[in-house]
C-alpha cells in the first residue's frame, strides 16, 4: 500500500465522520502513517448529506480532498447517487443492502452488506452502525489491522461503551472477511 | 510532557502550539471555523492555572486580551472574518500602546457573514490594513499541522520581541482537516519570554523609554509601577501628546521596529525550487495543492517549483525577488481575487511575468486547476 484514498458518505448521525477519525487515527497513532481526514459541510449537521475524505499513504501528503476514491462507502442512496460515479477504475464499493438500491454498473467491485440489519438484530443500537461498517471494510481490505482499532477505540469511548464497540467491530470484520479486495 | 504524536484538527495545533509558547490568558467569542480553538482552551487552560473567558462579542474579547497582555499574561483570542472585523479598532490600540498580543484568523469566505463553512483566504490585506493608520503588523502562516504548531510559537515570540500584535492567519482547510502532529519535548523550540523593566519599585518607571538595544521592557499593570496607557499619541510616560516630533517619531518607531526587521521575521519554505523555470507562490491550505502538482511535475522533468510563504506581513518582497529572478514564470496560488498576487508583482524585476491561479467558490484550489493554467501559460493549451 503506497497510498489509498477513500470517501466514506452517508447522512448526518451515523457516525461515517467519526469512523473516518478512528480510521485515520489508527493509521497515524498506531501503524506510523500518514494520514488526512477532512470533510464538507454547511450549517446544518444532522440528517444532511455526509462526505468525508481519508488517504492514508506511505509518504507525505498534500493535497487533502479526494477526487477519485480507491474505497468509496455509501450508507445511503441519496450518497450512492451523488457519489457512484466519482470511483476509481478498479476500485473498491462498499453499500448496505438495506438502504441502497444500486442502479447502474460502476467499473469497480461492488460489494452489498446488511451492515445496518445485522448491528441491529445483533446488537440492537444503532450507535455502533458506523464501527460495524469500519470493521467490515478492515475484513475486506486489511487497509489496517483490527488491533490499531481497538486500541484508539479503548482511548476514545467510555469504558462502559467499550464491549459494545468490540462487539460492532468483530462483527464488521466477519461480514467482511467473505470477500477479499487487495489494495 | 514529553514528545507526543497526535492525530488532530489544524486548530488543536494551534492550541498546542499556543500552550507549548505558554498561554495563560484567552478571551474570544466562537465563530466558525474557529470555534475549536476557544472550545480546547477552554478545557486546557483552567487545568494549567489560566484563564479562559468567553466575552460578549469579538471586541470585548480584543479588549479583554490587551488587558490582560499589560498585566503580564501571555495572551491569544482566536476568531474569523467578521469577528475580525470587529476586532480591528482594538488591534490599533494594541499597535500604538505597543501590547503583545496573538489574534488567530481562521479564514472563510467573505465579505460580511460570507460563506461561513468554506474556506477562503480573503482576510490577507484586511490583516494589513484592518486597523486605521500607519502601523506596523506581523502575519504568520502555515499549510500543514507541523507548521501551525511552529507559526503559533512563533507568533507569541514575536509579539514578546517586537511588543506587537501577531496575527495568524489560518484558513478553513488548515482548521478543520486532521493530520500528523508531534509535540515537542519542552526547550526543543526556543520561547520568548516577557522582558520586564529592571527599575525597582517606588523608582519612576517610563513605560515608553527605550534601551539601548530599542526594546520596551514592560511593568505588569497593577503591581509595582504607576503608568498612564493611551490610545493617543503618547510621550515616554505614556501621556498624551500632540507635540510635533513625539507623534512624528513614534510613529515612525511603530512602522519601523518591524519593517527594518523584516529579514530577521520573515518565514519560508522552499519545495524543488532550485533551478526552477516555473514558480508557485502560495501559502496556507492553496500551498499544499501547490507543493503536490510541483512534485508530479517534476517527477516528468517539468522544472516547476514551489516558494511557500509562511510570513505575509511584513511582506518579504525582497526574499521573493531573488527567489524569483529567474522564473520564465511566477504563478501566485491563492484562494482571493489576488490580495498577495498584487504583493508579488510589485516585488519581482518584470511584474508582467506574473500570474494568478485562484479559486474563490469556496473550495480548495486543485492541483488540477493549477495545472491548467500553468499550461496555457507555457502555451501548452488546456
Known sequence: MKRV??????????????????????????????????????????????????????????????????????????????????????????????????????????????????????????????????????????????????????????????????????????????????? | MSEKLMFVQGNEACVQGALYAGVDFFAGYPITPSTEIAELLAARLPEKGGKFIQMEDEIASMCAIIGASLTGHKVMTATSGPGFSLKQEAIGYACMAEIPCVIVNVQRGGPSTGNPTHVSQ??????????????GIIALTASNHQDVFRMTVDAFNLAETYRTPVVLLFDEVIGHMRERLVVPDPGVVPIVDRLRTSVPK?????????????????????????????????????????????????????????????????????????????ILVSYGSSARSAIHLAKNRRQKGERLG????????????????????????????????????TQVKAAVDQPNRVFLANRIDGKLITPSDIKGLLRVIQGKGV
Not at chain 1, 151 to 162: A, G, Q, S, V
Not at chain 2, 122 to 135: C, L, M, P, V
Not at chain 2, 260 to 274: A, F, G, P, S
Open chain 2, 122 to 135: 480573503g482576510d490577507i490585506n484586511q490583516a494589513r490594513w484592518g486597523t486605521h493608520g500607519d502601523h
Open chain 1, 5 to 183: 484514498r477513500l470517501v466514506f458518505s452517508g447522512s448526518g448521525g451515523q457516525g461515517v465522520i467519526t469512523a473516518a477519525i478512528i480510521l485515520a487515527e489508527a493509521a497515524v497513532i498506531v501503524e506510523g502513517l500518514n494520514a488526512t481526514q477532512s470533510q464538507s459541510y454547511g450549517a446544518a449537521a444532522r440528517g444532511g448529506a455526509t462526505r468525508t475524505d481519508i488517504i492514508i499513504s506511505e509518504e507525505e501528503i498534500n493535497f487533502p480532498g479526494v477526487t477519485s476514491p480507491n474505497i468509496l462507502v455509501c450508507l445511503t442512496q441519496e450518497a450512492y447517487s451523488q457519489y457512484a460515479s466519482i470511483i476509481r477504475p478498479g476500485g473498491l464499493l462498499l453499500t448496505d443492502s438495506r438502504s441502497v438500491k444500486t442502479a447502474k454498473k460502476t467499473d469497480a467491485k461492488h460489494i452489498e452488506l446488511p451492515l445496518y440489519d445485522t448491528v441491529m438484530e445483533r446488537i440492537g443500537k444503532p450507535i455502533v452502525y458506523n464501527i460495524t461498517m469500519l470493521g467490515a471494510l478492515i475484513g475486506i481490505t486489511s487497509i489496517v489491522r483490527p488491533e490499531s482499532v481497538l486500541e484508539i477505540l479503548k482511548e476514545r469511548i467510555p469504558p462502559d461503551f467499550l464491549a459494545m464497540n468490540q462487539r460492532a467491530l468483530d462483527l464488521g470484520l466477519v461480514l467482511g472477511a467473505q470477500y477479499r479486495y487487495t489494495i
Open chain 2, 306 to 341: 514551489v516558494l511557500e510563504l509562511q510570513s505575509i506581513w511584513p511582506f518579504p518582497a525582497e526574499m521573493v525577488r531573488a527567489k524569483c529572478a529567474n522564473a520564465k514564470a511566477v504563478i501566485v496560488v491563492e484562494m482571493n481575487m489576488g490580495q498577495v498576487l
Open chain 2, 202 to 278: 517606588d523608582v519612576d518607571y517610563h513605560p515608553y523609554l527605550p534601551r539601548e538595544d530599542g526594546r520596551l521592557p514592560m511593568s505588569d499593570f497593577g503591581g509595582h509601577h504607576r503608568y498612564n496607557v493611551t490610545g493617543l499619541f503618547h510621550d515616554m510616560w505614556g501621556f498624551p501628546s500632540n507635540n510635533p516630533s513625539v507623534v512624528q517619531d513614534l510613529l515612525r518607531h511603530l512602522v519601523d521596529k518591524i519593517d527594518t526587521n523584516v529579514d530577521v521575521i520573515t518565514r519560508y519554505k522552499e519545495h524543488c525550487l532550485d533551478d526552477a523555470e516555473y
